[in-house]
Nanobody, 115 residues
Framework: QVHLVESGGGLVQPGGSLRLSCTAS????????MSWYRQAPGKQRELVAP?????SGAGSVQGRFIISRDNAKKTVYLQMNNLRPEDTAVYYC???????????WGQGTQVTVSS
């Protein structure tokens, strides 16, 4: 059975930082493309940052978020810096195997940016 378990969310003040983690089980982690998505209240789920099977990379949220992965630990990270209130959302880990289209989602972790 596949599990993606996120952790690291919480309440942070504007300008602060958080690091989210997502640890996978039940899949061959290294062959999956991993991504972070987020969904704010009343909004659609949106892609935050993807990462390919074997590399680290930079996320796309104005350079403030950095995604990375450790295949040995079956874990993907999202380092979030200079957080803003508009970053408040539930953040989800996503795994996709491009060859087959198989996808898996985590249960989400809440990030709240507020003073």
């Amino acid at each position: 059975q596949v599990h993606l378990v996120e952790s690291g969310g919480g309440l942070v003040q504007p300008g602060g930082s958080l690091r989210l983690s997502c640890t996978a089980s039940g899949i061959i982690f290294s062959i999956y493309r991993m991504s972070w998505y987020r969904q704010a209240p009343g909004k659609q789920r949106e892609l935050v940052a993807p990462i390919t099977k074997s590399s680290s990379g930079a996320g796309s949220v104005q350079g403030r978020f950095i995604i990375s992965r450790d295949n040995a630990k079956k874990t993907v990270y999202l380092q979030m810096n200079n957080l803003r209130p508009e970053d408040t959302a539930v953040y989800y880990c996503h795994a996709e195997r491009a060859a087959s289209g198989v996808q898996h989602w985590g249960q989400g972790t809440q990030v709240t940016v507020s003073s």
